[in-house]
Structures are given as C-alpha cells and as structure tokens.
C-alpha cells in the first residue's frame, strides 16, 4: 500500500466566504513525488472548498494508499480522526458532495495528521504557497477572458468551439 500525505491548504487569503475567491487546493505527496490540484468554486462555503479539495485529492488517486491528511481545519481533522469518517455538522448542508467524498475515500485508510511534525508543516507552507500562486493565475485568467469576451468575434469562436466539443460544454456546466 502506497504511503500518501494530503496537504489540504486554506482555500485562499481571505478567511471569510464574503470575499474569498472561492479558490481550493489540495498537494498529494508520496516520497519525492508532489501533485497540485486546485479548482475554484466562488459560491461554495469555505467548508465545501475543504471538503471539494479533500474529495479531489483522495480520487486523484490511482490505487488504495494510507493517507495522513494534513489541514488545519479542526472540523476536516475531526472526520479523519474518527473511523469510518463521518460527517461534521459543518459539512452536512451538502449531502451530495458528502456521499462524493465518502465514495472517494472507501479504498484507502486514511487519518488526520495531528500533531503535526516539521515536514508535515513544510507540505501545509507549500501547499498554501500553491494556492497563493494558483489564486492569483485563476484571478489573471478570469480577468482575461471577462476581457475577450466583450470581443465578438472571440465570443463567436468559443461558441462555436463549445459546439463542436460537449464534453467541454458538459463539464463547464457541472
């Protein structure tokens, strides 16, 4: 069984749902090998973002793995510290996102990484440093294309592209 650390960082530099960007990552670490994964979410709460971000570390997965998830979010470490994890009342308004995750951690035995030693702390401080990284790309390429698509021609070009490729369209609109 591979041995696996989740890093789930904060979501952004904004701390209160009213502002942040909605932004969520998550680093994957196994021996000297690291994954980034990271997605935005702007109307999701700040617990939903933890939650999104755990659920996609988990499927990101490619076979069952021990994983110590790192986060500093006591209501996330309290649903790995019990066995089988169960529901914080903090993530129950989403019962879809919660059977997501569940479904997502089944083949893998998992616990919350508490206390933290210095390495783990080290994947926290990078991980956050992905996000402030990532946070600030989707806020460049969300600014790009607010500004294409005021261009008519660039509006007609991605339509028509979105036409051609459903798949596209389809996970667009999920």
Same mark, same amino acid.
């Given at each position: 069984?591979?041995?696996?650390?989740?890093?789930?960082?904060?979501?952004?530099?904004?701390?209160?749902?009213?502002?942040?960007?909605?932004?969520?990552?998550?680093?994957?670490?196994?021996?000297?090998?690291?994954?980034?994964?990271?997605?935005?979410?702007?109307?999701?709460?700040?617990?939903?973002?933890?939650?999104?971000?755990?659920?996609?570390?988990?499927?990101?997965?490619?076979?069952?793995?021990?994983?110590?998830?790192?986060?500093?979010?006591?209501?996330?470490?309290?649903?790995?510290?019990? +066995?089988?994890? +169960?529901?914080?009342?903090?993530?129950?308004?989403?019962?879809?996102?919660?059977? /997501?995750? /569940?479904?997502?951690?089944?083949?893998? +035995?998992?616990?919350?990484?508490?206390?933290?030693?210095?390495?783990?702390?080290?994947?926290?401080?990078?991980?956050?440093?992905?996000? +402030?990284?990532?946070?600030?790309?989707?806020?460049?390429?969300?600014?790009?294309?607010?500004?294409?698509?005021?261009?008519?021609?660039?509006?007609?070009?991605?339509?028509?592209?979105?036409?051609?490729?459903?798949?596209?369209?389809?996970?667009?609109?999920?």
């Amino acid at each position: 069984m591979l041995d696996v650390k989740l890093a789930i960082s904060p979501t952004s530099s904004h701390h209160d749902d009213a502002s942040s960007s909605g932004t969520w990552c998550v680093l994957l670490s196994s021996g000297s090998h690291r994954k980034f994964l990271h997605g935005r979410l702007p109307h999701a709460t700040s617990t939903e973002r933890l939650l999104i971000a755990a659920t996609a570390g988990f499927e990101a997965l490619k076979q069952p793995s021990a994983v110590g998830v790192i986060t500093l979010s006591q209501a996330l470490g309290e649903v790995f510290a019990s +066995h089988p994890p +169960h529901p914080h009342p903090a993530f129950a308004p989403d019962a879809a996102l919660w059977e /997501r995750f /569940r479904r997502a951690i089944q083949p893998h +035995h998992s616990h919350w990484v508490h206390p933290m030693t210095p390495s783990d702390r080290d994947l926290l401080d990078q991980a956050t440093r992905y996000a +402030h990284t990532a946070d600030q790309d989707l806020e460049t390429e969300s600014a790009w294309l607010t500004e294409r698509l005021d261009d008519p021609t660039f509006r007609a070009l991605l339509v028509k592209y979105l036409h051609t490729h459903p798949d596209v369209l389809r996970e667009i609109s999920s």
